[in-house]
C-alpha cells in the first residue's frame, strides 16, 4: 500500500499529539561538550516541517511509528579551557523516529559557521615588524557543515507542556581550518519542551500509511 | 537603580581585590597572529629570570605542551619562563590560509613573529633561546641561517634536529648496520637485529627515496624499543606536568587531525639541507644528541656542532638515550640546558 493522505481525523489527531504537541515552536536547552568534555551549552527551536505516521498491523496490536521532518536552528557556545571558545550558528534538517512509547530516533544534517575566539591577548607585527598587541575579540571564523545523530524520550501530559529529554553526538566539518579540514565531534544532553507560549508554529501536514 | 549599582560595586571590589600576577610561576596563553594563522604560545614557569626559553616543537605534526608532559620541563619552568608554541597547522593553531601557504619559509617568519611578540609582551631585555627538537631543529636551523632572525636570540639549543634530511637518512642505515652488529654481538634481540641488518644492507645510500625516508623513520622508532627493553636506552621516567586529555589546553584529536594534514603538505622537506650553511650561525649554541638516536642521528649533531661559526658551542652526546634525550636522561639534559643558559644569558 502505498502513501496517502490522512484517512480518518482521529488518527491525524493522534499522530498530531506525537509530531506536534503543541501548536509553538518547541525550545530546547542542552549541555554541549566539545569533545564531550569542554564544555558549552545549546540553545535549539524546531520548527517541525512535515510528518508522517505508519501503523504496522502485529498480532495483538497495531504498531504505529511516527516520523517528523525538522528544521533546528540553533546557536551553542563552548569552552576549550586556556585555549579558545567556540561559537556555532547552524540550521539542520532532520528526520526524526517516534516508535508507540514515544521513543525517538533522529538524524540531522544542516550547515552551520563557526567562530574561534583566541583565549588571551593576540598578537601580531606591527607595520615596523615589532609585536602589537591587538585590542579587539580575536577570533576566525569556519564555514562548518555537520552531521548529528541522537535518542531521546516524549512525555506527553495532561493539560502540561509535552517535554522530552535527548542525546545527540555532533560532528561538524570546518573548511579550511589550517589549510586542511577539521573533523570535530560533540556530544549534546539536554531537553526539550513544547511550550505554550512563544514562537506560534503552523500546522503541520501529516500523511498516514497504512 | 539600585541593583545596577550594587552590581557595578560589586564588579569593582572583584577587580580592584585582583592579586598581580606572579611572576615567578605565570600561566598564561597568548596567540600570535601572522601570515594568516593564530599561533597559541602557552607561557609557563619563572618569568622573573627574564629568559624565555622558546620550546620549537617536533613533527611536523606535534605540539608545543607535549614537552611539558617531561620531567625535564619542571627544571626548566623553575628556572625560566618556557614558551610553548604550537606552530603553524599544529596543535591548537588555527587560521585561513591555502596549502601553498604551509611553507617552512612562512614558518620561519611565523618564528621571528612569536619572539618579537614575546619581546614585545614582557620587555626588549628578556633573553630568548630557541630549543628545536628534531623537526623543531629544522625549524631553528633555517631560522638561524635566515637574514639575521639569530641575533633575535640569545642562544640556540638544538635536540637531535633534523637539520640535513638527505644526510640523515643516509647516516641512519649506516648506524643501522653498525648498531645492528654491536647488538648481535652482544646477543641482544638477535632475531630482530639480524632482520634489520639484512634490511640496511640492501638499502642503496645513493638513491634513498621518500619512501625509504618513511621506513627508516619507522624503523628507527621500533629498534629504539628494542633497545629501551635491553637497558641500552633508560626507560623514561613517569613524572611532569601532566596535560589532560579531556579537560587541558590541547585537543589531542585536532592536533592529530591538523598535524597529519602539515606533515603531508610539508612533504617537500625531505631534500631539505641545510648542513653547508650552518657556517653563518654565530650566537652560542649547544646541541644536545642522544648516542642511539636513529631517526636523526648523532652524526648530525656532530656536524652542526663543527660547521657553526659561534665561539660558545658545546656538544653533549647522552650515551643512554635515542630521539629523546629529554625524557631518556630528562636530569642530565636539564643540567645541560640550565648551565648554558646561565652561562650565557
Known amino acids: 500500500m502505498g502513501w496517502g493522505p490522512s484517512i480518518a481525523a482521529q488518527d491525524t489527531l493522534a499522530n498530531l499529539k506525537v509530531l ?191 | 537603580m539600585r541593583t545596577l549599582l550594587l552590581i557595578y560595586l560589586g564588579s569593582a571590589l572583584f577587580f580592584s581585590c585582583k592579586k598581580d600576577q606572579d611572576l615567578s610561576s605565570i600561566s598564561e596563553t597568548i596567540y600570535v597572529r601572522n601570515k594568516s594563522a593564530d599561533m597559541p604560545v602557552y607561557m609557563r614557569g619563572n618569568m622573573s629570570s627574564k629568559v624565555i626559553i622558546l620550546i620549537v616543537h617536533g613533527g611536523p605534526g606535534g605540539n608545543g605542551l607535549e614537552y611539558r608532559t617531561g620531567r625535564f620541563s619542571e627544571e626548566l619552568e623553575a628556572h625560566y619562563a618556557v614558551a610553548y608554541w604550537d606552530q603553524r597547522g599544529n596543535g591548537m593553531s588555527h587560521g585561513k590560509f591555502k596549502k601553498s601557504e604551509m611553507t617552512i619559509d612562512n614558518m620561519v617568519h611565523d618564528m621571528y613573529a612569536v619572539i618579537k611578540v614575546l619581546k614585545a609582551k614582557y620587555g626588549n631585555d628578556v633573553r630568548v633561546f630557541a630549543l628545536g627538537h628534531s623537526w623543531g631543529g629544522t625549524l631553528t636551523a633555517k631560522f638561524m641561517i635566515s637574514s639575521g632572525y639569530q641575533y633575535l636570540l640569545t642562544g640556540w639549543i638544538e635536540a637531535d634536529g633534523a637539520h640535513d634530511i638527505p644526510k640523515l637518512n643516509v647516516d641512519a642505515i649506516k648506524m643501522f648496520r653498525a648498531v645492528a652488529q654491536e647488538q648481535i654481538a652482544l646477543g641482544n634481540n638477535v632475531d630482530n637485529w639480524n632482520g634489520i641488518l639484512s634490511w640496511a644492507n640492501e638499502v642503496d645510500t645513493n638513491n634513498i627515496s621518500v619512501e625509504d625516508g618513511g621506513e627508516i623513520n619507522q624503523k628507527a622508532h621500533e629498534v629504539e624499543e628494542w633497545l629501551r627493553s635491553d637497558g641500552v636506552i633508560t626507560t623514561e621516567e613517569s613524572g611532569g606536568h601532566k596535560n589532560s586529555i579531556f579537560f587541558g589546553p590541547t585537543n589531542p584529536f585536532t592536533s592529530w587531525m591538523i598535524g597529519n594534514q602539515t606533515n603531508s603538505a610539508l612533504q617537500v622537506t625531505e631534500t631539505l639541507a641545510m648542513t653547508n650553511e650552518l657556517h653563518l650561525v654565530s650566537i652560542p649554541c649547544l646541541f644536545l644528541w642522544g648516542k642511539y638516536d636513529f631517526v636523526v642521528p648523532p652524526s648530525l649533531g656532530v656536524d652542526a656542532f663543527n660547521e657553526v661559526n659561534s665561539t660558545n658551542k658545546k656538544l653533549v652526546i647522552f650515551d643512554h638515550s635515542g630521539h629523546s634525550p629529554m625524557a631518556d636522561e630528562w636530569e642530565k639534559f636539564a643540567y645541560e640546558v640550565v648551565q648554558f643558559v646561565d652561562a650565557v644569558k
Open chain 1, 20 to 210: 506536534q504537541p503543541s501548536s509553538y515552536v518547541p525550545i530546547s536547552v542542552s549541555y554541549y561538550g566539545n569533545m564531550i568534555t569542554h564544555p558549552g551549552v545549546k540553545l535549539a527551536v524546531d520548527y517541525p516541517a512535515f510528518g508522517f505516521t505508519k501503523f504496522k498491523a502485529k498480532r495483538r496490536k497495531t504498531k504505529e511509528i511516527n516520523k517528523l521532518i525538522y528544521l533546528q536552528p540553533s546557536v551553542a557556545y563552548f569552552v576549550q579551557p586556556q585555549t579558545f571558545s567556540g561559537l556555532l550558528l547552524a540550521a539542520d534538517v532532520g528526520l526524526r523516529r517516534y516508535n508507540t512509547k514515544l521513543y525517538f530516533t533522529d538524524a540531522a544534517m544542516g550547515i552551520g559557521y563557526m567562530w574561534r575566539f583566541n583565549h588571551g591577548e593576540t598578537w601580531q607585527l606591527d607595520d615596523n615588524g615589532d609585536g602589537h598587541k591587538k585590542n579587539i575579540v580575536s577570533s576566525k571564523g569556519y564555514f562548518a557543515p555537520g552531521l548529528s545523530f541522537g535518542f531521546g524520550k516524549l512525555w506527553i501530559r495532561e493539560n502540561k507542556n509535552a517535554i522530552s529529554v535527548f542525546s545527540r553526538i555532533n560532528s561538524n566539518f570546518l573548511f579550511e581550518y589550517s589549510a586542511g579540514i577539521l573533523i570535530e565531534g560533540s556530544l549534546e544532553i539536554g531537553v526539550k519542551i513544547n511550550p505554550s507560549f512563544g514562537l506560534k508554529a503552523e500546522p503541520i501536514q501529516t500523511k498516514v500509511k497504512r
